[in-house]
Nanobody
Framework: QVQLVESGGGLVQAGGSLRLSCKASGRTISGVPMGWFRQAPGKERESVAAILWSGITYYADSVKGRFAVSRDNAKNTVYLQMNSLNSEDTAVYYC?????????????????WGQGTQVTVSS
């Protein structure tokens, strides 16, 4: 089984940056699509970004040009660099893994989830 643990969340001022990390254990994540989801208060969980080992990435329209997802297969770790943060980015961010590229960009059905890390952007 694969376990995912997120870190790097916290409080940041609008316009600032933050980098989230997701460490996988139990099995290597090499070659497996990985992604990030988020859920804000009163809203549904949504896909934010995803990445294949080849470097192909996906981003939600709301974060394009501001967020960047990357992975280090040797360390079994995925990152999410978040820049130009605003209040709309306040949410709990979840790391995810799935063998299906389509799922890691949508709802992650049949995949793995991390516990989540809180990101709060202040005015």
């Amino acid at each position: 089984q694969v376990q995912l643990v997120e870190s790097g969340g916290g409080l940041v001022q609008a316009g600032g940056s933050l980098r989230l990390s997701c460490k996988a254990s139990g099995r290597t994540i090499s070659g497996v699509p990985m992604g990030w989801f988020r859920q804000a208060p009163g809203k549904e969980r949504e896909s934010v970004a995803a990445i294949l080992w080849s470097g192909i990435t996906y981003y939600a329209d709301s974060v394009k040009g501001r967020f960047a997802v990357s992975r280090d297969n040797a360390k079994n770790t995925v990152y999410l660099q978040m820049n130009s943060l605003n209040s709309e980015d306040t949410a709990v961010y979840y790391c995810a893994a799935n063998t299906r590229w389509s799922e890691i960009k949508s709802t992650n059905d049949g995949g793995y989830w991390g516990q989540g890390t809180q990101v709060t952007v202040s005015s």
